[in-house]
């Protein structure tokens, strides 16, 4: 319908969010919008959330992205799930799978039966050991998984850690291609529409003057137009989620690739590492009101391991969101909307999911305050579901050991996380929805992983007898082990399929 | 705190297809369990015990008890089932078929409803559900067997024939069962859990667990006084009669809904059965008119509880949600019901925090209902008086949240909790004639002549569609056999 006049979409920010949306509208609405983004590279980037979870595919694919293709140009890795260590006790350890546990296909879920096991003092292994995700990425392993759902192979998912000052860069090509416009400059000036309040217009540090319909603020934590502009009030979580620094210092290793980022615990907070094919990113998330900068870099500079690339370098931020995130004619993706840590990898799938709303609302013949509160809407359900679940990390803890670890042990949590725990507590039972990012599994891990061990399990579990029930998982056990092990090794598959062009 | 002990009996309360499938799900799949089944007359109001139409969803029930299609079918008289006719809902349009699976396939990427609605004014396209692989072979009458992935049906049941089966199974697996009338429910003066069941010979009946399957009397669930949600301000009718006698082969696998001036009537056949019956607003028309039909009303009204399970009680069917059979829910919902209360059985001290799962989860799978229910009358064009006082009421929000989405760009919201799929949704709304103002923008990618060519494919596959003979069909709908 090219007789159509096109909607003037002015995205603000040319980091992963920026780029991110300018590319999926050209693709996926080219009749409907003209996509003009401005950027300033005096303005660096966060570039936040190396590592992703498994709905980037999605993304990727509904923008025609070649999966080997965007792996050697981000020098992407894959990534099976996330190690957590030292969070229920130091010495702890157990990974969150992008996958189940058992088979995924029994009348009751498998916790049930290792449960029972437990309650019995039989001494299961730990629960991982039934998981394709968790064991092959103990044994640094990788294939994609199988399509046949009789197969233990297919009983995973798997996603990427990749570097993001990158992947900008390579989705600008692809929306430059599809006809996206760049600007590159400063905003000095946003211009208001004098009655609604609408933004009408970003005045350049050039004088040149860039009008647009509709306002899409990519702009990260200043938040320019959401929060500077049209002061959309932020819902601040930190009594919740204290951690509101981080430092951050990539190194060269040259130790094995995990197909896994790792979370570790640390006294005032957590450090990250994320293995990319060039680098190993490392990063140490804290609480400022309990730990200070100087101490949290020598903290960071101790654990990570390797030769620095760069120096240490300080992010601050709140973790929240603004109210709304659409607000008049500008809509917030990223952390232009809001914020929070790393921990489960959701900054890119926060951004995702803005997008797909967007595109799914996008709006016809002017905005529609409909859309805009259906949009609202569902990026709260998002927010809200993957607050609840970060909380639980911190939460279900025994550690003593350190003051920011006491506060998070012992603070109030939200009503809703606080019967979802109690619900596990009771039978193992997942408090159960649709719709948000975590799926059962996901939460099972975390539990079970963190101590947060069931009094019952679902009574069918009783159904076979002691000796068939630990013959039977000794048996997925040993399986699992084998066909793991059968697997290719991550590092090889990964020089075989998709290896980064050498460094110049 | 130790933990309490498993629950080790259940008694179960009712006198039909309900109590009885409770009672066989419950011992089948929890073998340790002793399930007593106390048979009381069948209350007239039971209506998931007296609607001989199911939804596709009873072929899982089925499965997960272990009973076979030939069990069901063969054994029990009972045929396939594709979809309801439904005549007369918007006076101006031909009657439409509501069918189960797919509308339409997607184009491009683009959801089928969207470029129909696109194009079917200047294409000249035949109506929505003529996309409908199952809808396309109700109509034309021919043998209701399934050929491909998107038809989906459920069964017409005889009723005698299938409470038959029902019970000799339940009493295959080792149910008990008691004819006896229940005189008293007696509470625990500590806990308030029903402590015993006195019956009519003055012995009494004790168990961890009672399932009240009695119909909308609910005689143990009502001893809790649990409050009730009214939805009769949505959902107006509140009488209902029923006739029917003999198998009548003209429906086939299809029945009629046909709205009229007061309400609607329905009529269906299976193979050794008719069924038809009307229901109406005593408000716009009273039983003495009768409105030609023989038979005596039954009086309801539309609701649910508050709390399906209180205590050690649990409310199925129509003991906790009564609402008109109009789309076959009431045995659908005994059945998810039962599979809930099997897969969240709690311990004996039924944690509250336990129930108050379950409870939400029925609770708003029974409010996704009748939403579904109530779109038929917000969307009815019809000019009599009930039909206008009853779309004149504001829908519930839920249900208004997805009409102004739909009424936007043609986008349904996802529901937890939701029985009827999008495509169920759209045969109503578009079958109806509630179209939306704008469509998905996405649709631009698929050019009107792609999308001409991929419509006249559709038409051309089903108009052909191939079928395999009724033979085929048995193994398919049960392909692991027996779990």
């Known amino acids: ?504 | 705190m130790r933990p309490a002990g498993p629950i080790a009996s259940v008694i179960v309360a009712g006198g039909g297809i309900t109590a009885w499938s409770a009672a066989a799900a419950l011992k089948r799949r929890i073998p340790s369990l002793q399930v007593a089944l106390i048979v009381i007359p069948l209350s007239a109001g039971a209506l998931a015990d007296r609607m001989i139409s199911t939804l596709p969803s009873i072929h899982g029930f089925h499965q997960d008890i272990g009973l076979t299609a030939a069990d069901t079918i063969g054994g029990a008289a009972s045929d396939l089932r594709l979809g309801t006719l439904f005549e007369g809902w918007a006076d101006e349009l031909a009657p439409y078929v509501h069918a189960y699976g797919a509308y339409g396939t997607p184009v491009g990427g683009v959801s089928f409803h969207q470029l129909w609605l696109r194009d079917h004014q200047r294409a000249s396209l035949p109506p929505f559900d003529y996309f409908s692989p199952a809808a396309e072979l109700a109509r034309s009458g021919r043998p209701p067997t399934a050929g491909s992935d998107s038809v989906e049906f459920g069964l017409q049941l005889t009723l005698d024939r299938y409470g038959e089966l029902m019970r000799a199974y339940a009493l295959h697996l080792g149910v008990t069962e008691h004819r006896m009338g229940i005189q008293d429910v007696e509470l625990r003066t500590d806990d308030g859990f029903i402590d015993k069941l006195t019956l009519d010979d003055g012995t009494s009946q004790r168990a961890d667990l009672y399932v009240d399957c009695t119909g909308p009397e609910a005689i143990l669930h009502s001893r809790f006084q649990t409050p009730l949600f009214d939805w009769s301000k949505w959902l107006p009718c509140d009488r209902l009669i029923m006739t029917g006698s003999e198998a009548d082969p003209a429906f086939g696998s299809m029945d009629r809904v046909t709205a009229f001036d007061n309400g609607w009537r329905w009529a269906a056949s299976s193979p050794q059965q008719s069924s038809s019956g009307t229901v109406y607003s005593s408000a716009h028309a009273s039983d003495s008119e009768a409105l030609g039909e023989a038979g005596e009303p039954i009086a309801f009204r539309q609701g649910r509880l508050e709390d399906f399970w209180v205590r050690n009680c649990v409310a199925l069917g129509d003991a906790a949600v009564m609402i008109e059979p109009l789309e076959w829910t009431n045995l659908h919902l005994v059945h998810s019901q039962i599979d809930r209360m099997v897969s969240m059985m709690p311990a004996r001290d039924c944690a509250p925090i336990e129930l108050a799962e379950f409870n939400r989860q029925c609770a708003a799978e029974a409010d996704r209902v009748r939403d579904f229910v109530c779109l038929h009358y917000v969307c009815a064009r019809k000019p009599e008086r009930f039909w206008k006082d009853a779309a004149a009421v504001a829908p519930p929000d839920s249900l208004a949240h997805c009409l102004s989405l739909f009424a936007e760009r043609g986008r349904l919201p996802y529901h937890e909790e939701e029985t009827f799929s999008r495509d169920s949704w759209l045969a109503v709304l578009l079958g109806q004639g509630f179209e939306p103002r704008r469509i998905d923008p996405m649709a631009d990618l698929v050019p009107p002549a792609d999308a001409q060519l991929a419509f006249a494919t559709m038409r051309r596959s089903l108009e052909s569609f191939a079928l395999p003979s009724a033979a085929h069909v048995l193994p398919e709908l049960n392909p692991r056999g027996v779990r």
Request: proline fraction near 5%; charge should be negative.
């Open chain 1, 1 to 504: 319908m090219s007789d159509r006049s096109k909607l003037k979409v002015v995205v603000v920010g040319g980091g992963t969010a920026g780029w991110m949306t300018a590319a999926a509208l050209v693709k996926l609405l080219p009749d409907r919008c003209d996509v003009h983004l401005v950027e300033s590279e005096a303005i660096g980037i966060v570039g936040v959330g190396e590592a992703t979870l498994p709905h980037i595919r999605a993304f990727n694919e509904r923008l025609g992205i070649d999966e080997a293709e965007f792996m050697a140009a981000t020098r992407a890795t894959f990534k099976l799930g996330i190690e957590f260590r030292d969070w229920g006790r130091v010495g702890d350890g157990y990974i969150h799978p992008f996958g189940t546990f058992g088979r995924g296909n029994s009348e009751v879920e498998f916790h049930h039966y290792w449960t029972r096991l437990e309650r019995e003092g039989a001494a299961a292994a730990p629960i991982g050991e039934f998981s394709m995700a968790v064991t092959m990425a103990y044994l640094n392993r990788f294939a994609r998984p199988d399509p046949n759902p009789e197969k233990l192979e297919s009983t995973f998912s798997y996603a990427y850690q990749f570097d993001a000052t990158l992947f900008a860069p390579f989705l600008r090509q692809l929306a430059e291609q599809m006809g996206a416009r760049r600007t590159e400059g400063r905003i000095v000036d946003v211009e208001l529409d004098g009655e609604g309040g609408d933004i009408r217009a970003l005045n350049l540090e050039s004088g040149e003057r860039i009008d647009g319909e509709l306002f899409i603020d990519c702009s990260g934590f200043f938040s320019l137009l959401l929060g500077k502009t049209l002061e959309e009030p932020f819902e601040d979580w930190s009594q919740w989620l204290p951690c509101d620094r981080a430092v951050a210092m990539p190194c060269r290793t040259r130790t094995a690739l995990t197909p896994y980022t790792s979370a570790i615990a640390m006294p005032a907070g957590w450090r990250w590492r994320i293995p990319l094919q060039h680098r190993t990113g490392n990063g140490y998330v804290y609480s400022s009101s309990f730990t200070s900068d100087d101490e949290a870099r020598e903290a960071l500079i101790g654990a990570a391991e390797g030769d620095p690339i760069a120096e240490p370098r300080v992010l601050k931020f709140q973790a929240g969101r603004r109210r709304r995130s659409w607000v008049r004619n500008c809509v917030g993706v990223g952390l232009a909307s809001g914020f929070l840590e790393p921990l489960e990898s959701t900054s890119i799938y926060l951004i995702q999911a803005a997008i797909t709303a967007l595109v799914e609302l996008f709006p016809i013949d002017g905005i529609s305050p409909l859309d805009r509160d259906e949009f609202n809407r569902l990026i709260d359900l998002e927010y809200d579901r993957i607050r609840d679940f970060l909380i639980l990390h911190y939460h279900a803890t025994e550690r003593s050991d350190s003051p920011f670890w006491d506060h998070v042990r012992t603070m109030q949590v939200p009503d809703s996380l606080h019967e979802k725990m109690a619900l596990f507590r009771s039978r193992g039972r997942v408090a159960k929805y649709r719709e948000g990012v975590f799926l059962d599994a996901s939460w099972i891990a975390v539990y079970i992983g963190q101590r947060v061990t069931p009094d019952g399990y679902d009574m069918r579990a009783d159904l076979p007898s002691a000796n068939v029930l630990r013959d039977a998982m000794s048996a997925l056990q040993s399986e699992v082990r084998a066909r793991a092990s059968a697997l290719p090794d991550h590092r090889d598959y990964i020089e075989r399929y998709c290896p980064m062009a050498e460094a110049a």
